[in-house]
Every structure is written in C-alpha cells, then in structure tokens.
C-alpha cells in the first residue's frame, strides 16, 4: 500500500507533463489512502505478527483512531467526487476545461476537501464525547470504529445513533448521487463520438476512476447502510479489513495498471535509476 501509493505521488511530483487537475487530484487520493490505512493496518498487523487476538489500546488512542479514519473516509469520498467532475469536464465541456478547472481553484477545493473532512470527523468525536463507557472493556472488532464503540457505550445511543446517520448519509449518498449523473453525461457524450478511436480514448481517460469509485462505494455502502442486526459481526469485520486495508492497496494498482500516462512515466523513472 505504502509503495504503490507513493509511487503514484512520486510519478506525479517528479513528471512535469502530469502536472495536471486529473492528477493532482490522483495524488491526493493517494496520500489520502496512505493515512486511512497507516490509522489502522499497523496496529492489526502487530496483533497478528505476535499471535494475539487482543490488543490493548488507550481510550484517547481509540478515539484518535476513530476521528482519523472517519475523516480519511470523508476526504476520500470529496475526492472521489471532484476527480469525477473534472472527468465531466474534460469529456463534456473540453473547449471549458482549461478556463473552469484552474490550478488556483484545484487548490481551493482540495483545502477544503481537507478541513471538511477533518471538521465532520471531528464532529463524529464530538457527538459519541457525551456518551459514557463503563464497560465491558473489550471491543470485538478490527479497530475502534462507531458500531462497536456505541456497543461498548452503557449510555441510550439512540439519539446519537440518528445524529450520525443524518451525517453520514449525505456524506457517501449525496457524492455518490453527484458521481452517477457525471458519468451519465460521461457515457451519453462518449456515445455521441463517431470515431471508434475517440470513443475508446475518451473512456480510458476515465475507466480507472470509475473501476475505483465501484470498488469503494460498494464497500461503503455495504459497510453503513446495512443494518447492524442483519449484519453477521464476522462479515462485519471482513468488509472493514476490505474498507482500510485492501482498498488503498487496490487503488494505486488500478490506476498504474490502466492508465498508460502513469506506467509510461514510471518506466522512465525506473530506467533513470538503473543508468
């Protein structure tokens, strides 16, 4: 996961013809997945390594995990979200593109992506803040998430279980809504093109995207949307090891291999450092 996403940032860092909105917003995707997996996947990983099926964590480190992989959620989502608008323009609005989508407006919109995405984590922090934990201890799950924490809370969590939901829901429903009319467009704009050829360049240009915002929403959507009563706690667990730890590690790999601009540039580089 560390490799492959680095190696995306490097490739964009270090190739001046990929200085461009699509791939600065790559870019940060990746960083993104670089933190919501280091939030995680260290602390499983040495639970695993030394044979344990317990791992003693602080409540301060168990609320800081929390607030970072909500908001590396919420960040990914945006993210997901303006890669696909700049796609819509690209394809839809081409003679526009260069005028709308701006280096400075680029900026703008990944700074606010970020705080976004930090505020609503925060605010997740804030709300579960007021409930109270007087045990049992223990947490039957991958890391410190919102189901097993209300679980673990002997506070009434009703109202705050509703709090959540009407956060969250606008947060993955609304970007995923926005993402399905943009690639309507996409799609009825690339059926309009005559030449074969142009058709098939115009959908390679956004095919990765699209492969990564399915893998992710899915999971998602079959991570908050399912009822936790008819939701099995070992499916539970699976989709969440998929959700932190295999789809940061899926990403970078859909993109290197499917985009040629990416590979291209990679080839390069690795030729440099033989010579």
Same mark, same amino acid.
């Given at each position: ?175 995923? &809504?926005?993402?399905? @009319? ?5 799609? !009825?704009?690339?059926?309009? $093109?005559? *030449?074969?050829?142009?058709? /098939? ?36 667990? &699976?989709?969440?090891? @998929? ?5 940061? !590690?899926?990403?970078?790999? $859909?993109? *290197?291999?499917?985009?040629? /601009? ?14």
């Amino acid at each position: 996961t560390l490799g492959g996403n680095l190696m995306i940032i490097g490739v964009y860092v270090g190739s001046e013809n990929l200085h461009s909105p699509m791939y600065f917003f790559l870019s940060h995707l990746s960083t993104c997945d670089i933190f919501l997996s280091t939030s995680v996947v260290p602390m499983l990983l040495c639970t695993l390594l030394r044979g344990e099926t317990t791992y003693t964590m602080t409540i301060g480190g168990c609320v800081i995990q929390y607030l970072t992989s909500a908001s590396f959620t919420t960040v990914e989502c945006f993210i997901l979200t303006i890669m696909s608008y700049d796609r819509y323009l690209a394809i839809c609005k081409p003679l526009h593109y260069n005028t709308i989508m701006t280096s400075k407006l680029c900026l703008h919109l990944v700074m606010w992506i970020w705080l976004l995405g930090f505020l609503i984590g925060l605010s997740f922090v804030i709300i579960m803040s007021v409930l109270g934990f007087c045990g049992p201890d223990d947490i039957d799950y991958v890391y410190c998430d919102f189901k097993p924490l209300i679980q673990a809370s002997c506070s009434d969590t009703s109202y705050v279980e509703l709090l959540v939901i009407g956060l969250t829901f606008p947060i993955i429903v609304f970007p995923f &809504i926005f993402i399905l @009319l943009t690639y309507m467009f996409i799609f !009825l704009t690339i059926l309009g $093109i005559s *030449s074969n050829t142009g058709r /098939e360049k115009a959908f390679s240009t956004c095919s990765s995207h699209l492969t990564v915002v399915c893998t992710y929403y899915g999971i998602l959507i079959a991570k908050y949307t399912v009822p936790g009563g008819r939701q099995s706690l070992g499916i539970s667990k &699976i989709i969440s090891v @998929l959700y932190t730890a295999v789809t940061p !590690l899926v990403n970078p790999i $859909i993109y *290197s291999l499917r985009n040629q /601009e990416i590979r291209k540039h990679f080839r390069k580089v690795i030729f440099r450092s033989y010579i």
